[in-house]
């Protein structure tokens, strides 16, 4: 039997075959209790047969960490950045999905190859000066994550409903209801939730984009970078928020955790394929979240940016413009919904991640609902505070900083991340190939420079006034 689930053995647990636990002296600690413990390995996988039959059991994972990079914190940076410049950003959600799906790949390589999740790797793998500030790192990303997506779930139950802010913000701490009663029928049943919110979104965004027509022309030219988007100032700013937005500390807590669900073999080639099934549904659910994050930034250029409506920031806002700038009732509705079911996908996600960085990084046991309650407020008290001291008309420029927030936090789960998978000592036969790691540095350097230059010139312009 293992103590990280005293009810499998041994060579039930990912890395732990008999006589191949891949990099075990590269680690400080001995792996313990699996995060999500109860979710752990709980969901069956086919070994034989066809490869779609076998990643059809690998679907999943991939569409949870989708969420998070369609978050409502994603909606504000997409829709200033559409109003103001138009289709210019369009390159930067398509280069932020690029570093998504090459950093979402190491997560799954890190999970399965090394049993760890990411909150895990640092706890096991660096001193405690080292992993404590880590930790108040991560928890600072999931508090900004989950001021987005608490702010974004009470915005759209109010233009829904009426539901005024501060109300809806509390009326949010259901979710944790909801990922209990989801989870007593199965993980594949919370699964099975967001893939239809989901759906719900992407077919919301298909009527508006008809309703919009855009200039696809202007559409495709916008995928291709352009030199502004480092000289201009603002530009940056939201460049920042998108990439913050798009790419999320949490998810790569998150991702590392999620492919433990599966039931994976003990033997080399079958953790390989596993690596290889997690990837494919990553890099999957990743495109689509691209095309709902495009969509989102194309509506703002075809109906804001092109009437000369350059200010849209506030979500309320966008809902009272579309109706008149579109001819239709119909498109306000539909963001509106397709609003509330994004919010509502990404506290699920937030939940869970919040869940894997305190055991992971602190090993704390206690019951599920307590976890998850725990997590929720922690979330729940700063987004009642802040709506209640901002007032309703501030919460799109706090969705933007928020991200940019996050932004400022990826190198503290991205170099720790790509520094566990190109180790050999650590990876055993897992370790990422060295063609991976070296586009993976070199997305943690852009990262990392990018932040460099928005604090440099945040300081400029301070020591400026």
Known sequence: MDARAPDLAPDSLPGVAAGDTPGAVGWRRERGTPSLADMFATVGTARKGPLWRKLLAYLGPGYLVAVG?????????SLAGGSKFGYALLSIALLSNVMAIILQSLCARLGVGAGRDLAQACRDSFPRWVSLPLWLSAELAITATDLAEVIGTAIGLNLLFHIPLGIGVVITAADVFLILALQAFGFRWIEAFVVAMLGV???????QIALADPDWGAVIRGFVPTGEILANREMLYL??????????PHNLYLHSGL?????????????????????????IALCLALTINASILILAAATFHRTGRTDVAELDQAHGFLAPLLGSTLAPTLFAVALLCCGLNSTITATLSGQIVMEGFLNWRIAPWLRRLVTRLIAIVPAVVVTLLAGEKATG????LSQVVLSLQLPF???????????????????APRWLSMLAIVTAVFIIALNAKLVWDFWAGVAAT
């Open 413 to 431: 789960a991205v170099v720790p991340l790509v520094m566990f998978t190109a180790s050999r000592r650590k990876m055993g036969p897992f370790v």
């Open 69 to 77: 990079y369609m978050d409502p914190g994603n909606w504000a940076t």
């Open 201 to 207: 979104i992407a077919a919301c965004f298909a009527v």
């Open 397 to 400: 420029q706090l969705l933007i």
């Open 259 to 283: 492919v433990q669900t599966r039931s994976i073999g003990a033997g080399r080639e079958e953790k390989r394929e596993a690596i290889k099934l997690a990837t494919i549904d990553s890099s």
């Open 239 to 248: 460049a920042l928020g998108i990439l913050g937005a798009t790419v999320m």
